[in-house]
């Protein structure tokens, strides 16, 4: 019996190295900063409502922010990887004493990364209710989805697992999908409505998408038998298989012939009682204008609830097919492997599947769903700079129709958060529809400078993982101009004075409630006759 070329062994391994050990995707970008009063436009990722009436006034600016997210539900790296990495890594059997395989037979094994790079973004508010907004961000996404146990480990093994050999496997289907692309978001945001209790906001981004590289695989239906190491049968399987030019030439370019559009559109609801409310630098109670002490920032906007529900990444890429990738059927009973023994990449791999299976004569058009996901949270602010977040976020384009797709995870995430104006501290907690267990993570505020992870401290606590997040932000911070009477751009407020219209939210920023200067009255004198 031949050996596996060692190639291909080569790649099989790659492969699950790069997509389960080093694999995540939360649907959540920045975790624990995005929370945050002080996000400004970096926010408009995930509801593009949260750039109007900002902390930061007319104006705000990031010079650069990057998140990368990684996960896989199938190996789990030991957490001395991070505390002693030298060690751990140059162990020559590192792949059998620092790494465990979840065997359990009730999971697919799935992987997920997604990588993006926000370039110099910018929020204007142009009226005291309006803003606008605009970035440009490259981004990249990768998903395995449904692999079946059986196959996981042969490929994990470099297909040398004889316990998995000469039995047949079935699945109903499996797919790795990969896409890279520019975005352009044009966003706008309003108050549409706000009284001294409410505030509703609204928002929308259009998104200007430009192709650079997409790549997708997937079977349906499929049953397959490792005889052993060199010989493979595969039977009554339907493959659908695409590259776009750019890919199949392995040249990372923009693909003019791959235009796109996608929109994300939010809506925020703020609730402050009006029976004690604290903000900024003074608090008002049962009409009593009274100082309140403290470190506290005379421009932050004031609520005690918040609510946020958006719709994010609706939208699609239209790539065009590489000629020579077309979906093909196989129903062989004795594949010899050595045929891809020599694959080095697309060209080549697409010469294997044309060599031995007939491609099909179908579309040239390849279209890539977005990873739409809906976005839901509430907020609450116990004193003005302490604070609790809730998230959830619900992920669409995760069913079996096409390979042509990306899509976030499910998850659930809660961060309690202390912040001021120059500094925060941020720790979220959360579960993914990969991670059932809960993850803990830290990330920090300050002055222009964000740096977190989201999960750091939960490997140390738990001794392995599974994930990687890790995310960065430095932002221009203009100082925000008082104004007497109060911050008008905030508040939207008509009155300079800040006294304000009733029913507007006038003289509610934190300005209007300095204690008023007592008049001195002269009482007249009363003249006595004797």
Not at 2 to 21: D, Q
Not at 175 to 195: G, H, K, L, P
Not at 214 to 243: E, K, M, P, S
Not at 313 to 320: E, R, T
């Amino acid at each position: 019996m031949s050996r596996l070329p060692f190639s291909l062994k080569t790649i099989s391994k790659i492969c699950l190295v790069c997509l389960f050990t080093l694999t995540k995707v939360s649907a959540q970008e920045w975790l624990g900063y995005m929370t945050s009063n002080y996000a400004g436009i970096n926010a408009v990722q995930s509801n593009p409502a949260l750039i109007t009436q900002t902390n930061y006034g007319k104006l705000d600016i990031s010079i650069i922010a990057a998140n990368v997210h990684v996960e896989n539900n199938y190996l789990f790296v030991n957490s001395n990887s991070i505390t002693d990495p030298v060690t751990v890594f140059s162990d020559p059997d590192f792949q059998h004493r620092y790494v465990r395989q979840n065997l359990d037979l009730g999971y697919h094994r799935n992987a997920v990364i997604h990588a993006n790079v926000q370039s110099p973004a910018f929020l204007l508010q142009i009226t005291k209710r309006d803003a606008i907004g605009f970035c440009a961000r490259p981004r990249m996404f990768v998903n395995v989805d449904h692999v079946d146990r059986y196959l996981a480990q042969l490929m994990y093994e470099g297909l040398d697992y004889p316990l998995n050999w000469d039995r047949e496997f079935s699945n109903d289907w499996m797919s790795i999908s990969a896409n890279a692309w520019m975005e352009y978001d044009f966003s706008y945001a309003r108050t549409w409505f706000q009284n001294d209790r409410y505030k509703f906001k609204g928002g929308i981004t259009f998104k200007l998408l430009q192709g650079l590289n997409a790549l997708g695989i997937g079977l349906r239906d499929y049953r397959y038998n490792f005889y052993n190491n060199d010989t493979l049968g595969l039977f009554n399987t339907n493959v659908q298989w695409g590259a776009n030019d750019h890919t199949y030439n392995q040249e990372f370019a923009f693909d003019f012939n791959a235009p796109g559009f996608a929109f994300d559109i939010g809506f925020t609801l703020e609730y402050t009682p009006n029976k004690t409310t604290k903000y900024g630098l003074y608090k008002k109670k049962k009409n009593k204008k009274v100082k309140w002490p403290g470190i506290f920032a005379p421009d932050e906007t004031r609520y005690k609830y918040k609510f946020g529900l958006s719709f994010n990444d609706l939208g699609a890429i239209f790539y065009q097919r590489a000629p020579q990738t077309r979906d093909f059927y196989v129903d062989i009973d004795s594949i010899p492997l050595s045929v891809f023994g020599q694959v080095n990449g697309i060209p080549a791999l697409n010469t294997a599947f044309q060599n031995t299976f007939v491609m099909n004569g179908t579309d040239g058009t390849m279209t890539m769903g977005m990873p739409a996901h809906i976005n839901m949270f509430a907020d609450i602010r116990f004193q003005h700079n302490i604070g609790l977040h809730g998230a959830f976020t619900m992920a669409f384009n995760q069913g079996s129709a096409t390979a042509f797709r990306n899509h976030y995870l499910y998850q659930f995430t809660v961060t309690p958060r202390w912040e001021i104006k120059w500094f925060g501290v941020y720790m979220p907690i959360w579960v993914s529809q990969y991670l059932n267990a809960p993850n803990l993570g830290i990330s920090l505020r300050l002055g222009p400078l964000v740096v977190g992870t989201g999960d750091i401290l939960g490997h140390l606590i738990k001794r392995e993982y599974g994930d990687i997040d890790v995310h960065m932000a430095l932002r221009l911070i203009i100082p925000h101009k008082k104004q007497r009477g109060g911050n008008h751009v905030m508040d939207g407020s008509n009155n300079k004075k800040g006294k304000g219209k009733k029913g507007h939210g006038g003289g509610s920023s934190c300005e209007d409630f300095k204690p008023a200067k007592e008049k001195k009255v002269k009482l007249p004198t009363l003249k006595t006759t004797r």
